[in-house]
């Protein structure tokens, strides 16, 4: 799971996939570091800990368009990024073996919907970090020593409805350097009442985490 340290260690900053990664990892003033060494922060030195967090259906949203839409359309292009573990987690689902021409797998993830991708949550979604609850970032999993930990999250920011002067006054994140925007639009629909239960399910404690259970 994404861990940042502030370089002089004021502050630390746990997220997640498909929330800031792209935009934490381009400020200066920032450094990902192991679980380990942020283990140590908030842990021992009780350093503040941020955690940053989105609606956990727009999280989804915006992992399949980015995965399983415009990845798989660039294939053979440079901006081809290579199948990535959250398509390696979903091969077995669909038929698919890693051995597959890449025209076969192209074809097979483009021709998926978002309610299949959905439906497969209940299976997939602690396989790969753009699927795995935000809810784990409040523990702390080491391989030695404690296998699990609290760490001692301090603030906890939902994207939606954060104040951009706030949070650049306090933590000198810009809200306005977005990287890694995933484009919006296509034919999909995400309104389907059946993958909506099952999100809600899945990630009910993330909806209670933000305040929206």
């Known amino acids: 799971m994404p861990r940042f340290l502030e370089r002089s260690r004021r502050f630390a900053i746990s997220t997640n996939m498909k929330v800031m990664y792209s935009s934490l990892c381009a400020h200066e003033h920032l450094e990902e ?3 380990l060494s942020f283990g140590r922060a908030v842990l021992t030195k009780r350093t503040p800990h941020l955690l940053l967090t989105r609606d956990p259906k727009a999280r989804l949203v915006s992992a399949f368009r980015d995965k399983f839409r415009n990845q798989p359309s660039v294939l053979g292009q440079p901006a081809f990024q290579g199948w990535q573990r959250i398509h390696r987690v ?9 051995s597959d021409p890449d025209e076969v797998k192209q074809a097979r993830f483009l021709g998926m919907s978002f309610e299949e991708f959905v439906s497969l949550l209940p299976k997939t979604y602690l396989l790969d970090g753009h699927l795995r609850p935000q809810y784990l970032l409040q523990w702390l999993r080491f391989k030695r020593l404690l296998p699990v930990a609290p760490a001692r999250v301090t603030h906890i920011c939902p994207m939606e409805g954060l104040d951009p002067q706030e949070i650049r006054e306090q933590w000198g994140i810009e809200m306005g350097e977005r990287r890694n ?5 296509g034919d999909d629909s995400f309104d389907d009442a059946r993958a909506a239960a099952i999100i809600a399910r899945v990630y ?10």
């Open 33 to 35: 570091v192991s679980e």
């Open 90 to 98: 979903h091969y077995r689902y669909l038929n698919l073996k890693d």
């Open 181 to 185: 925007v995933t484009p919006k639009g």
């Open 204 to 213: 009910r404690r993330d909806f209670a985490l933000i305040g929206r259970g």
